[in-house]
């Protein structure tokens, strides 16, 4: 049986930490262990979408019976979205697609494997709002601090982790010849 292992990790700027490696290296243990051929799937982008490469490769796959199981090491790595949950669990039941979560077989078709995604979904779904909160909270309070800036910062500056922004004394003497000449 070909075994989908998808693995994610947040944001590209993770992606050279050790999480994918280690989803990946679980995802491997089991299928050596259960006799699957393993067919991986590798995502560095939010699970609050269904917009990520490897995610639309493996649901192709599973419509096409290419992979006749998924593994994932924990739910908030495929989703963390109810929306998505609610997607995935009609996929795998139209697929007929196995689901373990880490070394656990998930039936969706079945009351408790069913609860059991929803319950980590919904966990999911309120961890990615409180992650959105924290951030949105921590940058309202260094706007007000003034120190923190939105988008590029102007030619003759540079960011400073204490004010925001701050002179670029290099580039600033192209600012000062630039306006000096004009």
Request: charged fraction near 30%; glycine fraction near 8%; charge should be positive.
């Amino acid at each position: 049986m070909n075994v989908a292992l998808y693995c994610r990790v947040s944001s590209k700027g993770q992606e050279d930490n050790t999480s994918l490696d280690n989803q990946e290296d679980k995802g491997l243990a089991f299928c050596k262990s259960n006799g699957y051929k393993p067919v991986i799937f590798r995502d560095a982008s939010s699970g609050a979408n269904m917009d990520r490469e490897a995610f639309a490769s493996m649901w192709d796959m599973m419509k096409s019976g290419e992979v006749q199981g998924v593994w994932f090491w924990r739910t908030d790595r495929i989703l963390r979205d109810l929306g998505i949950f609610h997607q995935l669990v009609l996929h795998v039941e139209r697929t007929k697609c196995k689901l373990w979560i880490d070394g656990s077989e998930v039936n969706v078709g079945e009351v408790a494997g069913f609860s059991r995604m929803a319950y980590e979904s919904v966990g999911a779904t309120v961890e990615k709002l409180s992650i959105a909160l924290r951030t949105s909270e921590g940058r309202r309070r260094r706007f007000e601090e003034g120190t923190f800036w939105f988008g590029r910062v102007p030619l003759g500056y540079k960011r400073d982790k204490l004010r925001g922004i701050a002179i670029d004394e290099e580039d600033s003497k192209i600012i000062k010849e630039v306006f000096r000449v004009f």
